[in-house]
């Protein structure tokens, strides 16, 4: 069956650092992969979006990879600061109107 | 950018009794609306799809005659729980779509029903 897998473990990181989350998921050939930020309480807003011929996309303080072969993409917040404490969400589109999610990393960013 | 609002943000009702969502996008015209349910720690379940004017498309596993869609217009589209009970409690998140990529897909702020 199709699946998206995102650790379900919370994920606590020192400021400035960088935080890192992964996605993977299976049964799919998504045309994109996109991350979205959920913040308690509240519906998600979209972030970052990747095409299945990209590598890598980048903006502001985030990156994107997503490896077709591995069948996984990495969300990277660079200089990472308390207010980016949140779940981020990951999704799938495979070209037509459904988006599907993974349950979201909690992210704990501590000053 | 675009901004999706939902009434209300919370309700809690009386198990048996029908609970009614709306979902407005302010200040655009969206194409497609999507309705979604999460749990707590769980990830966005996709319930329905809706274009104005149509009927709803319903994921497997969702009760159409339970769960009522109305898209009465490019900028409304309501949700209403019939005869509620407790296991439907939940966030129900509601989405607009104004484009044809999924960037252009816009998430309301969610309405959290408690069913007692």
């Known amino acids: 069956s199709q699946k998206i897998e995102q650790n379900s473990e919370a994920l606590n990181i020192q400021e400035g650092k960088t935080a890192t989350l992964t996605c993977n998921y299976t049964?799919?050939?998504?045309?994109?992969l996109q991350w979205y930020r959920q913040d308690p309480g509240r519906g998600p807003v979209f972030l970052l979006l990747?095409?299945?011929?990209?590598k890598e996309k980048r903006k502001e303080r985030l990156k994107v990879t997503f490896d077709t072969t591995l069948k996984q993409s990495l969300f990277h917040i660079t200089a990472s600061q308390p207010a980016d404490s949140a779940t981020y969400l990951c999704?799938?589109?495979?070209?037509?109107?459904?988006?599907?999610f993974g349950a979201g990393t909690r992210l704990f960013v501590k000053a | 950018g675009a901004v999706v609002s939902q009434h209300p943000s919370r309700v809690i009702c009386k198990s048996g009794t029908s609970v009614k969502i709306e979902c407005r996008s302010l200040d655009f015209q969206a194409t497609t609306m999507f309705w979604y349910r999460q749990f707590p720690k769980q990830s966005l379940m996709l319930m329905a799809t809706s274009n104005e004017g149509s009927k709803a498309t319903y994921e497997q596993g969702v009760e159409k005659d339970k769960f009522l869609i109305n898209h009465a217009s490019l900028t409304l589209s309501t949700l209403t729980v019939t005869s509620a009970h407790p296991e439907d409690s939940s966030f129900y998140i509601c989405?607009?779509?104004?484009?044809?990529?999924?960037?252009?897909?816009?998430f309301g702020p969610g309405t959290r029903l408690l069913v007692l």
């Open positions: 990747i095409r299945e011929n990209e």
């Open positions: 049964n799919y050939s998504p045309a994109y």
């Open positions: 999704a799938l589109n495979t070209g037509g109107f459904k988006t599907i």
């Open positions: 989405s607009a779509r104004v484009g044809q990529g999924p960037e252009t897909q816009y």
